[in-house]
């Protein structure tokens, strides 16, 4: 049975209008129009009273190592990856990418696996996998361990380009492959981004002709932005088509630096990310990766060193932070949460926008920007 979504905020074509409806027809958006049309073309949809409140599409992470307390290098199963959708779900996410940072070939190869399985039994939400690293360097290693670091070959690309369900993301460090390496992986139907490297402004360039689309977690593990060498940095904004990932929880990067960021380069070539770990919807205040001690401390993830590793932070608060943070007003938020990463993962003819024909991805948001209700593929969820 259809169902009508109205008297709400319609976040449609990056702006909120009233006086529009919303159908819902199996997974996908039927129609979206003024009230009294929509009714009138489906006349046996069930009304679903907004009260009001925001309409939004839902939020796509393209970089979540774990929530709900289990990490994804721990365990790279479908109980893993449905667990941490699970946990992201209440706040927002309704499309994820399950992300393995350094590791062995063999448990990129399990991982891989085990996200190709999650979308074959329908796992809520998966839509690839991001594989961060080992191919990265040293110098930018964050906290990422350098002993899973190895050189890209050519048995490296065949496993990392056999996924054929979903999207493979790839973070690499430029300078540590080869222009032909990284036009090898999008050949085969990779996503690649440049991050943790040490790269130089040329080196950067010459990765981007190669093939890279975007910037892992813009500014974080990676050259920056001198008088005299643009490094990465200032290659990412001097670039106007790749994407840039950003961690807006106020640790990770100055907020003034984001707003400078922002003026450089349009900002649907920004997509909010969250780097999550496993505390995020486990209340716990510490959790181990690959043997260390990480504490949770007033939303900051730290190792001994007070080395940051990933984050605590979910999707609505960074549509929250980016609005209040950033000074940007609420579509463009959201746009960076759902329209920017769609887009950048190839996905902008089927999600991340109000529209119809697109997923039934959608959010109604409460005025502290929770998630009061949301649906992914056009089935209601239950947040936990």
Not at 12 to 34: C, K, M, S, T, Y
Not at 287 to 298: A, H, M, N, P
Not at 367 to 383: C, K, M, N, T, Y
Request: aromatic fraction near 4%.
């Amino acid at each position: 049975m259809p169902i009508l979504l109205y008297n709400g905020r319609i976040l449609a074509e990056d702006a909120f209008h009233q006086g529009l409806a919303v159908v819902i027809d199996g997974d996908r958006i039927a129609a979206v129009g003024p009230e009294a049309a929509v009714r009138a073309a489906f006349p046996e949809a069930t009304d679903h009273d907004l009260n009001g409140d925001p309409l939004v599409p839902g939020y796509i992470d393209t970089q979540v190592n774990g929530g709900g307390g289990v990490l994804f290098n721990d365990a790279p199963t479908v109980e893993t990856i449905a667990r941490i959708g699970a946990a992201h779900r209440r706040f927002g996410t309704t499309g994820f990418l399950p992300t393995l940072i350094s590791d062995d070939l063999s448990v990129i190869d399990r991982a891989i696996d085990a996200v190709e399985q999650a979308m074959a039994e329908g796992v809520p939400g998966v839509l690839g996998i991001h594989v961060e690293g080992p191919f990265l360097n040293v110098a930018r290693k964050g906290i990422h361990d350098p002993n899973k670091f190895r050189t890209l070959d050519a048995e490296a690309v065949r496993l990392l380009t056999r996924m054929k369900a979903g999207r493979t993301l790839i973070t690499l460090a430029p300078e540590m492959t080869s222009p032909d390496m990284i036009a090898a992986l999008v050949a085969g139907g990779a996503v690649v981004a440049a991050g943790h490297t040490d790269a130089d402004h040329a080196t950067t360039r010459t990765a981007l002709d190669a093939g890279v689309t975007g910037f892992t977690h813009l500014f974080n593990a990676m050259s920056p932005l001198t008088s005299r060498e643009p490094g990465v940095v200032g290659a990412a904004l001097e670039n106007t088509t790749a994407w840039c990932g950003i961690i807006v929880d106020g640790h990770h990067v100055d907020p003034v630096v984001l707003k400078l960021a922002l003026r450089c380069r349009p900002a649907d070539r920004f997509m909010l990310v969250t780097d999550a770990m496993p505390s995020v919807n486990a209340g716990s205040d510490h959790f181990y990766l690959q043997g260390r001690r990480i504490s949770v401390k007033d939303g900051a993830c730290l190792d001994e060193r007070g080395v940051l590793a990933g984050s605590d932070l979910d999707m609505a608060a960074a549509v929250r932070n980016a609005r209040d943070l950033l000074d940007l007003d609420l579509p463009t938020a959201v746009m960076m949460a759902s329209a920017a990463p769609a887009a950048f993962l190839g996905l902008e003819r089927e999600r991340g926008r109000i529209a119809p024909g697109f997923a039934a991805d959608l959010l109604i948001l409460n005025e502290d920007l929770s998630v009061a209700q949301s649906w992914i593929d056009g089935a209601p969820v239950r947040h936990v």
